[in-house]
């Protein structure tokens, strides 16, 4: 089993959506959790981290941790053309030593 | 304001060759990393120097060396390439271990 799971789509939503990224972890000790944008050919960058239970949001990007069913999300919302991007999933496990990134949910906004 | 800079962006090797890829960050961050992307496996985190004067192995060293010359730089060599090693590689720094990590631009790797 990996330490982290994305569905890798593509995820195609209409413009003005709003757009759900779903990850799910296999340590239940983990302390930290990330969302990372990555553009074709560019490096990632970082969207938002959520350290405990329940919703954080930052402008139009809602990150969503429930640590007893052991998933994050990433809710977002008006969805741009400008949000057409693979979407990284981070986790730092309680047991662990680094961070464990899922393979990414590759997303397109249709205008 | 640079970030984490990365050389060389691009680079082919034949099998056998090494090289060394550079990286540095003007952040004065502690922690510094170099992860491989590969399609369909995601990031993986080949070594990390949590401070200045320490390096670890991460999740796939194997056939990779690195060097934390000081806080602001950490590089990666290869000794001897394999094609099992054609990759994106990406540096990337946090203030302190395994807090938010900033990515460098990336090295595109291609071992023949």
């Known amino acids: 089993q990996k330490e982290v799971e994305q569905n890798s789509g593509p995820l195609s939503v209409p413009e003005g959506a709003i757009a759900s990224l779903n990850c799910t972890y296999s340590?239940?000790?983990?302390?930290?959790f990330f969302w990372y944008r990555q553009y074709s050919g560019k490096s990632p960058e970082l969207i938002m981290s959520i350290y405990s239970n329940g919703d954080k949001e930052d402008g139009r990007f809602t990150a969503q941790l429930n640590k007893a069913s052991q998933y994050v999300s990433l809710l977002i919302r008006d969805s741009q053309p400008s949000d057409s991007a693979t979407y990284l999933c981070?986790?730092?496990?309680?047991?662990?030593?680094?961070?464990?990134f899922g393979t990414g949910t590759s997303l397109t906004v249709i205008p | 304001n640079a970030g984490v800079t990365q050389t060389p962006k691009f680079q082919v090797l034949k099998t056998g060759q090494s090289m060394t890829l550079q990286c540095a960050q003007d952040?004065?961050?502690?922690?510094m990393y170099w992860y491989r992307q590969d399609p369909g496996m995601g990031l993986r985190l080949i070594y990390y120097?949590?401070?200045?004067?320490?390096?670890d192995k991460g999740e796939v060293p194997n056939g990779y060396n690195v060097s934390r010359l000081n806080k602001r730089e950490f590089s990666l060599r290869l000794e001897s390439a394999a094609p099992s090693q054609t990759s994106v590689y990406f540096c990337a720094s946090s203030v302190s271990y395994n807090e938010k990590l900033f990515f460098g631009s990336g090295t595109q790797l291609s071992v023949l």
């Open positions: 120097s949590a401070s200045e004067g320490t390096t």
């Open positions: 981070a986790v730092n496990p309680y047991s662990g030593n680094q961070f464990y």
């Open positions: 340590d239940r000790g983990s302390q930290s």
């Open positions: 952040m004065n961050h502690n922690s």
